[in-house]
Every structure is written in structure tokens, then in C-alpha cells.
């Protein structure tokens, strides 16, 4: 009797340090830590609240976390190489600088690969953006989805830009990436890299002549303001990857991996949504500015400028060959 009761007080104890051992692990998971370079009222920031807030509930709160907007964790290359650490757990990520990283993604950073917006959703939702999802993991990424980042004109301080000639001398600046350095010396301009947040004040004070992005980043971060002149050369179709750090994604349950997945899809729906109207309210707050949009007559001229991007990258990664032509050759 006395030893079933001291078996009996020990098999409590035993559950009560297991109870212990286990609880704390689930409560303590540690807060997501979610990077953002974009100010709080965004797409891509809208979708990824409504990422985290999905996961949350749906996991009980056993998985929380904070979206750190405009870009306060640092700078986008620094938090790739974090997210691929753990140090950061999500994060949407241009696919241009993750080329440095990953660089099977440097396929949707040249110029004119995509044929139209539309086009890049139906690659990146099928085979070809699997590839590159297959790529990323193997560098420690997880994607959950591609977020829309529509298409990226240049805008200037100086005038308006027609033909690849007008290019010619000026100072652009590009994201870190060596693909963009040769696409802005291919037209016999100056390119300068840089990290974002620096932009405005370099076109202000003339440290570059101008930059290039989507209408809304031109308008959020009030770069419009400083260059007046907005060319709509739609050179590039660059998405964006809502990414998990694969040590953050490997540490879940399978439910809980489920769960993420089925956020992260919802949000990217979310997010093109989003993005489709933001993109036209941000043309008519930059016309309304005073800014000076012009179309391009011409985008062949563009294209055929950009050709040597093309041959130096693919002579350089000749095992990238067959990724190229999956994408460039889609219909
Ligand atoms: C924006 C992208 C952002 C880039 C930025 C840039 O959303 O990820 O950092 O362009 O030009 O369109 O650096």
C-alpha cells in the first residue's frame, strides 16, 4: 500500500515534470521576429500582418509574433543573411537583392524576362517558381508565396527618358545586384548601388540622378518629390517572396506547418489584391505632385539594349542556361 502510494506520488511527480518540461517549451517559443522595408501602410506590410495575425489564431497564439516595418531591422541584404540564420523568422523579400544569396532567383532580375505581370503570377505560381522555391530552401528559406511587385520604371531629376540614349551619363541608382550595374552600363549610365532608405536624400542632393521602382515605392517613400521625371520603361518584373527561415519553419509541428502554409497563401492573395489598387491610387498621387509620367514608344529599343545582360550573365552561369529558358521562353 505505502509503496503504490510512494509509486503513486512518483508517477504525479514524474507527470508534473513532464507537464513542466513540455508547457514551457510551447509558451516560451519565441516571439517571430517579421522584417519589413516598406512604411506601415503598404501591401506588402498589409500582408504580412495579415500573415501573422492568421497564424496566431489559428495556432492559438502558440505562435506570435511582430512585423518590424521600414525597414528598422537593416538592410535588406543584412536580413537575408539573417532570415537564413534564424535571427529573423520571416519576411518579404524582393527577389533582386536575394540574388546575391540565392542566385537561381537572379533569373527574374533580368530585364524584360517576364512578358507581363500576369505572365510572371502564372510562372511564379507553377513549375518554374517551384524551382526557384527549391532553390531557396536549399539556401535555408522557406517560401510561402509571391508577393506582386508590378513592374519598375526609371525616374530622374533631369528630363524625361524616351530611348536607351537618354540613359547615356546619368546616375542611377540600382539595388544591390551586379545584374543592375550591367543593365544601367549596358545603356552608358552610371549606376550606383544602394540601400534604399538612402535614395531620397541621394537624388536630393545630386549624389545620383535618379533611381528606378514601381509606382508605389515611388510614392510611398516620396522619392517622386525629388525626381520629377517618371519613364514608364517597365524593364523589370521583380515578385517578392513572403519567406520563413527554414530554421524558424522546421522547428514547427507539421499542423503548425500546414497552418503557415495555408497563411502565407492566403496573405499573398491578400496582398495582389492590395497591390492592384495601390498601384493606381500611387499614379494619381504622383501626377497629382506635379510629376511629369511619360510612356515609351519604343520598349523594343529598351529591350535590345538590355541583350548584353543577358550574354554576360548567362556566359558567366552557364548552368543557369535551362532556368533562363524556362522563363524567357514561357508563353
Ligand atoms: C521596392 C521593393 C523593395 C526594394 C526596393 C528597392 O519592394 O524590396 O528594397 O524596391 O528599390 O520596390 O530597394
Redesign the pocket.
Given at each position: 500500500m505505502k509503496i503504490s502510494k510512494i509509486m503513486g506520488r512518483g508517477a504525479f511527480a514524474f507527470a508534473a515534470v513532464a507537464t513542466l518540461a513540455v508547457a514551457p517549451l510551447a509558451a516560451q517559443a519565441k516571439d517571430w521576429r517579421g522584417w519589413n522595408?516598406?512604411v506601415e501602410d503598404y501591401p506588402?506590410s498589409h500582408g504580412m500582418e495579415a500573415f501573422m495575425a492568421e497564424v496566431t489564431e489559428k495556432t492559438d497564439g502558440a505562435l506570435k509574433g511582430k512585423v518590424f516595418h521600414a525597414g528598422v531591422l537593416g538592410s535588406?541584404p543584412d536580413a537575408i543573411e539573417q532570415l537564413r540564420l534564424g535571427i529573423l523568422d520571416f519576411g518579404?523579400?524582393?527577389l533582386?537583392?536575394m540574388g546575391q544569396a540565392v542566385p537561381e532567383t537572379n533569373v527574374v532580375s533580368l530585364p524584360f524576362v517576364f512578358k507581363s505581370v500576369p505572365q510572371m503570377y502564372k510562372l511564379m505560381d507553377g513549375a518554374p517558381g517551384e524551382a526557384l522555391g527549391k532553390a531557396l530552401e536549399a539556401k535555408g528559406i522557406v517560401a510561402l508565396g509571391y508577393y506582386d511587385?508590378g513592374a519598375?520604371s526609371f525616374y530622374n531629376s533631369i528630363k524625361p527618358i524616351n530611348t536607351p540614349a537618354d540613359v547615356e551619363g546619368m546616375k542611377v541608382r540600382v539595388?544591390n545586384n551586379d545584374l543592375f550595374v550591367g543593365m544601367i552600363e549596358s545603356m552608358g549610365g552610371n549606376a550606383t548601388p544602394m540601400?534604399?532608405a538612402e535614395?531620397y536624400q541621394s537624388i536630393k542632393t545630386g549624389v545620383v540622378d535618379g533611381?528606378?521602382?514601381?509606382p508605389?515605392?515611388y510614392e510611398s517613400t516620396s522619392h517622386f518629390e525629388v525626381a520629377k521625371y517618371y519613364s514608364l520603361t517597365q524593364h523589370l518584373i521583380?515578385p517578392?517572396c513572403l519567406c520563413m527561415s527554414k530554421k524558424t519553419f522546421d522547428k514547427l509541428t507539421p499542423e503548425q506547418q500546414d497552418i503557415v502554409k495555408m497563411a502565407g497563401k492566403h496573405s499573398t492573395d491578400l496582398q495582389r489584391k492590395l497591390w492592384q489598387e495601390r498601384e493606381m491610387a500611387s499614379m494619381e498621387t504622383v501626377k497629382a505632385g506635379g510629376v511629369e509620367v511619360n510612356e515609351i514608344a519604343d520598349k523594343a529599343a529598351f529591350q535590345a539594349s538590355m541583350a548584353p545582360v543577358y550574354d554576360k550573365y548567362l556566359a558567366a552561369n552557364p548552368d543557369m542556361t535551362e532556368l533562363v529558358n524556362l522563363f524567357r521562353n514561357a508563353d
Open positions: 522595408i516598406h506588402v535588406q518579404v523579400f524582393s533582386g537583392p511587385a519598375r539595388m540601400a534604399f535614395v533611381a528606378e521602382n514601381n508605389p515605392s521583380i517578392e
